[in-house]
């Protein structure tokens, strides 16, 4: 049987021994890399790094509440604003990989720099047991050299520590409750985030318009599912389309943008089936989107599609 503490107690004195100097750590905030920060922390203490990025595409409260939970944990963050670095960047691109592309670029370089600022020789990684299978890479050392990880550039010359390696998901969990980490377990959340459920150009202010609209989203179904209205959707959230169409304002008509809200049932995201939501739900959501963000939306609608044949998200 799996021991959280055992584990974690040599875990500790493996990484103590062999990591000799500086190491940084890209924390999303998610169960792996944070408790793979923890850990870390706990072996080597302020000579690790914690590096949160902002930028610019996370959800409602979601640095907040990111930056509090790494407080409250004690480890060494830093929480980079990089926002206006990503916008400038994401200016004029309306093309999805392209957008994709960008992001993950953009991330390399905020995080190079903050590595590089703190003289990092390693490189630590939440990486667990089905990343590496999936991957078909054999090999189960915690600690060793590394060429290009996850796209980082080669002269980065890190050494790469993933002390979570031969972990499943069960087991991290057992961890992460043994040292007190709480997590939020939120639904998935794809990469590049709230700027591919924007379609088309990503600017500051349709970004604000998407994140409102996904609070709104998750905040009426996840309350029905609580009181047993519906079950709880494996995703769900909203895109902001890049059309507008004439609707009333006042006594006036008035061009205002479109909603669609998506939500699935799934088991790894491969296939979904749309979820079956109550009328009276889905009201109560446009309702309050389009009272709540009047200025900018006039209409919600409500996409009823499986995965095949659309994807989950729109981008
Ligand atoms: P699609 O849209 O391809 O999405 O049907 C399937 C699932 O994958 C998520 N997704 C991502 N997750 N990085 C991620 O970690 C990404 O770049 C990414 N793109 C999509 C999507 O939210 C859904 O759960």
């Given at each position: 049987m799996f021991r959280p503490e055992k584990f974690v107690e040599e875990k500790i004195e493996e990484l103590r021994a062999g990591i000799k100097g500086k190491a940084v750590i890209a924390c999303s905030g998610g169960v792996d890399s944070t408790v793979a920060a923890v850990i870390v922390s706990k072996a080597i203490g302020d000579r690790l790094l914690v590096v949160y990025v902002n930028?610019?595409?996370?959800?409602?409260?979601e640095d907040e509440a990111v930056g509090k939970m790494l407080t409250e944990l004690g480890v060494n963050f830093r929480l980079i604003d990089a926002t206006d670095e990503f916008f400038a960047a994401m200016k004029g691109v309306s093309e999805p990989e392209m957008k994709r592309k960008i992001i993950g670029e953009r991330f390399i370089r905020v995080f190079e720099r903050a590595a590089k600022e703190y003289h990092a020789e390693y490189l630590v990684q939440g990486t667990i047991a089905p990343d590496w299978i999936e991957s078909g890479d054999g090999v189960r050392d915690t600690i060793k050299s590394h060429?290009?990880?996850?796209?980082?550039?080669?002269?980065?010359n890190l050494k790469l520590v993933e002390?979570?390696?031969?972990?499943?998901k069960d087991e991290v969990r057992a961890v992460a409750r043994y040292l007190d980490v709480?997590?939020?377990?939120?639904q998935p959340f794809p990469g590049p985030a709230l700027a591919i459920r924007v379609i088309g150009e990503a600017t500051p202010a349709s970004v604000e318009i998407v994140r409102e609209a996904c609070a709104i989203v998750e905040e009426e179904i996840e309350k029905a599912a609580a009181a047993g209205r519906m079950e709880l959707p494996w995703q769900y959230f909203a895109v902001l389309l890049p059309c507008q169409s004439v609707g009333v304002q006042g006594d006036n008509r008035a061009y205002g943008k479109t909603i669609a809200v998506r939500a699935v049932q799934s088991i790894d995201g491969m296939s979904a089936a749309y979820s079956k939501i109550p009328h009276d739900v889905l009201e109560k959501i446009s309702v309050r989107v389009t009272n709540e963000m009047k200025r900018d939306v006039n209409r919600v609608v409500y996409d009823i599609t499986n995965k095949p044949p659309a994807t989950v998200e729109w981008e």
């Amino acid at each position: 049987m799996f021991r959280p503490e055992k584990f974690v107690e040599e875990k500790i004195e493996e990484l103590r021994a062999g990591i000799k100097g500086k190491a940084v750590i890209a924390c999303s905030g998610g169960v792996d890399s944070t408790v793979a920060a923890v850990i870390v922390s706990k072996a080597i203490g302020d000579r690790l790094l914690v590096v949160y990025v902002n930028n610019g595409f996370m959800r409602k409260g979601e640095d907040e509440a990111v930056g509090k939970m790494l407080t409250e944990l004690g480890v060494n963050f830093r929480l980079i604003d990089a926002t206006d670095e990503f916008f400038a960047a994401m200016k004029g691109v309306s093309e999805p990989e392209m957008k994709r592309k960008i992001i993950g670029e953009r991330f390399i370089r905020v995080f190079e720099r903050a590595a590089k600022e703190y003289h990092a020789e390693y490189l630590v990684q939440g990486t667990i047991a089905p990343d590496w299978i999936e991957s078909g890479d054999g090999v189960r050392d915690t600690i060793k050299s590394h060429h290009n990880v996850g796209g980082l550039p080669k002269d980065m010359n890190l050494k790469l520590v993933e002390p979570l390696r031969d972990l499943y998901k069960d087991e991290v969990r057992a961890v992460a409750r043994y040292l007190d980490v709480k997590v939020a377990e939120r639904q998935p959340f794809p990469g590049p985030a709230l700027a591919i459920r924007v379609i088309g150009e990503a600017t500051p202010a349709s970004v604000e318009i998407v994140r409102e609209a996904c609070a709104i989203v998750e905040e009426e179904i996840e309350k029905a599912a609580a009181a047993g209205r519906m079950e709880l959707p494996w995703q769900y959230f909203a895109v902001l389309l890049p059309c507008q169409s004439v609707g009333v304002q006042g006594d006036n008509r008035a061009y205002g943008k479109t909603i669609a809200v998506r939500a699935v049932q799934s088991i790894d995201g491969m296939s979904a089936a749309y979820s079956k939501i109550p009328h009276d739900v889905l009201e109560k959501i446009s309702v309050r989107v389009t009272n709540e963000m009047k200025r900018d939306v006039n209409r919600v609608v409500y996409d009823i599609t499986n995965k095949p044949p659309a994807t989950v998200e729109w981008e």
